[in-house]
């Protein structure tokens, strides 16, 4: 297994990280529990969750099902790096009130206790605020924090989908404070979806902070989907099949996996070699339903991509240009 520094942090972490979300939707307890048993037992130590994960009248569910695979001991807990987040609500239709999502002092202070009763554990390694929130400024998220540092409950801050100037805000309100500010921004980036690298990935790396890409195959598109068909497999499904319904985007999927072909290579594994390529890329998410596809996604930490399959990449997928220069006309 490969490791990396998780930003700025003394977390040493593995360089792809295991997303949990399907845990409790889609995958049931028991195989939830083999696929983390083989993830630890590959070396794959860094586990990302949310609060919300099990959805609609499930939700906290998912942590549920790591709570209980912790329980089972084994030096599980103490031998993973564990994220989860909070923002959404956890009150079940219809018994929404005031506080009860985003990131005001109460509801951390009450997302975190609840998080940390389901996950059967003492405290939270990384935790991460789901989304900004324009309400709460951030000196008093950061004063929550803060205290929950002090109480030994977690040990970092992150953010996912902040856009570059809020990472920079963040983290200039908790210089004012004295504090470390975030470490890690999971952000929305893959080959089809690269605007990361205008403002969100260099923000990220001026502050010092981990990138943790999520979707690393956009909804399956990366994930060998015309292949797929053309074999009487399962069609596209959701965004995927709305995605290719666009002519244009057929083609470049097309192209892709062309190029592939020719090189002998599965797609879904070249998208997630390609982002271990990108600069300042902590590690992407992956979020196996079942245990060939964990296989699948370790499969990708092997491959090397070469110079001349990296540029016939960006030609199918051009990024935004570097920036700041990718902002002039």
Not at 11 to 27: C, Y
Not at 138 to 143: R, T
Not at 160 to 170: D, E, L, M, T
Not at 284 to 298: D, H, K, N
């Amino acid at each position: 297994m490969k490791y990396t520094q998780l930003g700025r942090t003394g977390l040493k972490v593995s360089r792809l990280v295991l997303g949990t979300m399907n845990f409790g939707p889609q995958t049931d307890e028991p195989t939830s529990h083999s696929i983390m048993d083989a993830a630890l037992g590959a070396g794959l130590n860094f586990f990302d969750t949310a609060n919300v994960y099990g959805w609609g009248e499930n939700k906290g569910r998912t942590e549920e099902i790591i709570g209980t695979w912790f329980a089972q001991g084994g030096g599980r807990r103490d031998k993973t790096v564990l994220a989860t987040k909070v923002y959404g609500s956890m009150s079940r239709e219809g018994e929404t009130w005031p506080n009860d999502d985003r990131l005001s002092a109460l509801n951390i202070r009450r997302a975190v206790e609840a998080s940390l009763k389901r996950l059967h554990t003492d405290h939270i390694d990384v935790y991460q605020f789901h989304h900004i929130d324009r309400r709460t400024p951030f000196e008093e998220i950061w004063q929550a924090v803060d205290v929950l540092i002090q109480q030994g409950k977690i040990l970092y801050a992150g953010s996912s989908n902040f856009p570059g100037y809020k990472i920079a805000q963040a983290n200039e309100a908790a210089a004012r404070r004295g504090g470390v500010g975030l470490v890690s921004e999971q952000c929305l980036y893959n080959l089809a979806e690269r605007r990361a690298e205008m403002e969100v990935i260099p923000a990220a790396q001026e502050y010092g902070l981990g990138v943790i890409p999520w979707s690393p195959l956009h909804g399956g598109l990366l994930g060998g989907v015309i292949r797929k068909e053309t074999a009487g497999g399962r069609r596209a499904e959701g965004r995927s099949a709305d995605a290719l319904a666009n002519s244009a985007v057929r083609a470049q999927v097309q192209a892709y996996e062309d190029l592939l072909d020719k090189h002998g290579l599965e797609p879904g594994e070249t998208a997630l070699a390609w982002l271990l390529t990108r600069p300042g890329v902590t590690g992407p998410i992956v979020g196996p339903r079942t245990a060939e596809q964990l296989e699948s996604a370790l499969r990708a930490l092997e491959l090397e991509l070469g110079d001349e399959l990296l540029t016939a990449l960006d030609e199918i997928f051009p990024g935004p240009g570097p920036s700041p220069e990718a902002f002039a006309w």
